[in-house]
């Protein structure tokens, strides 16, 4: 029972964590006015300091170009991984699908073409 509770705490805060990456990379789109190579930079980066989670993807829905956002346009980042519920020696009983999510408003105006 004790090995259950510590492996939905560890759950609980790989949630956490992608809830934090999900919010930098709403952040970090925000000021750009899209996405780019330091987007996909800073996702690594993120996605690799949380222990827990596997698979871990990102993905940017807008109604303009994600790569060139117009100032003032919604945006929305969605942050997908695995981790598993398991018990004594890591058994890995239960994969469970987390998502973490985020909007944002470009604030980049970019000049017409």
């Not at 949380?50 to 100032?71: M, R």
């Not at 999510?101 to 105006?109: K, L, Q, T």
Request: proline letters at 4%; charged letters at 20%.
């Amino acid at each position: 029972m004790i090995a259950f509770i510590i492996n939905v705490f560890q759950v609980i805060s790989v949630k956490q964590q992608m809830d934090h990456l999900a919010d930098q990379l709403v952040k970090q789109i925000q000021l750009n006015g899209g996405e780019n190579d330091d987007t996909n930079s800073l996702f690594t980066y993120l996605a690799d300091q949380i222990s827990g989670a596997e698979g871990l993807t990102y993905d940017v829905d807008s109604p303009d170009d994600t790569d060139q956002i117009q100032i003032g346009t919604p945006f929305y980042v969605s942050v997908s991984g695995r981790c598993h519920l398991g018990g004594f020696w890591k058994l890995r009983l239960v994969p469970i699908t987390i998502r973490a999510s985020g909007a944002g408003v470009s604030e980049h105006y970019w000049k017409p073409r």
